[in-house]
């Protein structure tokens, strides 16, 4: 006689559970279900996540962008002091050039100056470097208009009389490509009663505008040679810019450089100079973090309203579980289930609709602006003339985390009371 083979009880999470959980889910109002709490929680997770990937895409790709136009724009070390005084000055641009790393030694003049047109006149900082270094500068050299003036700088005695304009400085003094543009240097000329200023005029040979206000309203790139000249500094260099292959790890080659200068030497780096900057940046980056973390726990809490109004609803489904064998853990997993998925779901809508918003913000941006009629992101004010995004799916990862942890553990309290349900007393008044 063959013995039947014993039922194996099913596992944890298993299908029956998880089936219980969705149907419970699924329930009509007169039913006992929790439909409408469950959506709003779902759509709360689903803002809550949604806007955090997209402002923390927002904010890593508005500090990529201007990291790299400061990068790309100025230096990534600079020497200043004594030993670019001296007569060895060339001697040591060839060692500088040798180590490892670095891609770009250039001598610069760097001064404030007035800059006079017939639309104006406004401040502006002039700077002065070679057209071999220029080339080598493809923000500014692949963004003038026209090309050709790129060609013929400094080319003519002492440079030439050609300078660039930032296109932003351009618009606010009147001018365009052609015209005539006055400089005045307040520290030109040398007399027996002391610095008197000096003005000489330049044509505008083209304008640069590389996508950052700060830059394009305010520097003017005159030939080495005249802005020595123009400044009272014949021969004279004011710093030398060197540029690396990895300018965020910059400290091995820094010491490098460093030892070759000289102790007398100052040598700083592009963090040196815009420090104040990123630190604010980053204060308000893990500000946002934070803030925006909290709105999704808030979301993820509202799953607790729900399960516990289902847990109430359903005391007497839960007796009959009890009663036919269920056990306080298969109880608890189909409650905690039941909140769970609500945060899993919210929580993947919300990753997809914030990742879509940054990947497409410069469309929304521009139809959102053709809408309204007006500009929604000033490059006066913020610096760059488009909202940047770039999406870090490391924290794309945290955010769901962060989200589906807050979720399971919002579910897990109201589950835990279900698992604790006297199936006896449930039914008593039923």
């Known amino acids: 006689m063959i013995e039947a083979a014993s039922a194996k ?36 997770i689903m803002l809550a996540v949604a806007g955090l990937i997209g402002t923390m895409s927002i904010m890593n790709g508005f500090r990529t962008d201007l990291l790299s136009r400061i990068v790309g724009f100025n230096g990534h070390i600079y020497v200043q002091g004594p030993p670019i005084e001296h007569a060895g000055r060339d001697a040591l641009l060839t060692r500088l050039r ?157 010491a490098q450089v460093a030892a070759v200068a000289g102790p007398s030497a100052r040598v700083t780096d592009w963090r040196d100079r815009n420090q104040s900057f990123f630190n604010a940046l980053q204060v308000e980056r893990w500000a946002m973090r934070i803030i925006l973390g909290i709105v999704v726990l808030i979301a993820a809490l509202n799953i607790i309203s729900g399960i516990v109004m289902l847990v109430k609803n359903k005391g007497r489904d839960i007796a009959i579980l009890r009663t036919i064998g269920a056990g306080q853990g298969a109880v608890l997993r189909i409650f905690f289930m039941a909140g769970a998925l609500i945060g899993v779901a919210g929580t993947a809508a919300g990753v997809l609709i914030g990742v879509l918003f940054c990947l497409f913000i410069q469309q929304i941006q521009d139809f959102l602006e053709w809408a309204t009629g007006t500009k929604l992101f000033a490059a006066d004010i913020y610096f760059l003339s488009h909202i940047p995004a770039r999406v870090d799916w490391v924290e794309v990862l945290l955010v769901i985390l962060w989200s589906v942890g807050a979720a399971c553990l919002a579910s897990i309290v109201p589950a835990w009371n279900a698992s604790r349900i006297d199936p006896v007393e449930a039914l008593r008044y039923e």
């Open 98 to 254: 040798h180590i490892p790393g670095v891609t770009q030694v250039a001598p610069l003049s760097e001064n404030q100056a007035l800059a006079q047109a017939p639309g104006g006149q406004q401040g502006a900082l002039v700077r002065g470097l070679t057209r071999q270094t220029l080339l080598e500068t493809p923000l500014v050299a692949n963004n003038t208009d026209p090309k050709s003036a790129v060609a013929s700088f400094g080319q003519g005695e002492f440079g030439g009389d050609q300078v660039l304009m930032g296109a932003r400085l351009a618009d606010m003094l009147g001018v365009k490509p052609g015209d005539s543009v006055s400089i005045v240097s307040p520290s030109g000329g040398v007399t027996a009663m002391g610095q008197l200023p000096t003005m000489k005029s330049y044509t505008v040979a083209g304008t640069f505008q590389i996508g950052m206000a700060e830059y394009d309203q305010a520097f003017i790139f005159m030939p080495l040679e005249q802005a020595q000249l123009l400044f009272g500094k014949e021969g004279q260099w004011d710093v030398v810019e060197i540029k690396t292959t990895d300018p965020d790890h910059l400290d091995a080659v820094k």
């Open 9 to 44: 009880p099913a596992g944890p999470f298993s299908a029956w559970e998880v089936g219980l959980a969705l149907r419970y889910l699924r329930a009509k109002r007169r039913e006992g279900g929790i439909t409408l709490i469950a959506i709003i929680s779902f759509v709360g």
